[in-house]
């Protein structure tokens, strides 16, 4: 099978034109993928922590006199 690579003037392929062109914007999405995961992150290790906590404590927690925990109001 035969494949040429069609050059410009200045003899550069579509994907080099195109590679130098947006190198400011791939540089920016970069960024900003970085930014979002660290976001993300932080906002899940939030929401594993509240339903941890969540999970694990007592309704109407214990009684102070007797030291028994409430389960009944």
């Known amino acids: 099978m035969l494949v040429s690579n069609h050059l410009n003037n200045e003899t550069k392929t579509a994907e080099e034109l195109f ?3 947006n190198e ?3 540089q920016d999405a970069k960024e900003w ?3 979002t995961t660290e976001k993300c992150t932080i906002l899940s290790v939030f929401i594993a ?3 941890f906590a969540a999970a694990y404590t007592v ?3 214990p009684n102070q006199d007797t030291a028994t ?3 009944i109001t």
Do not use: D, F, S, Y
Request: glycine letters at 6%; charged letters at 10%.
């Open 59 to 61: 309704p109407r927690g």
């Open 19 to 21: 590679a130098a062109t």
């Open 69 to 71: 925990i409430v389960l």
């Open 33 to 35: 993928l970085m930014r």
């Open 24 to 26: 400011q914007l791939h």
């Open 49 to 51: 922590t509240v339903a």
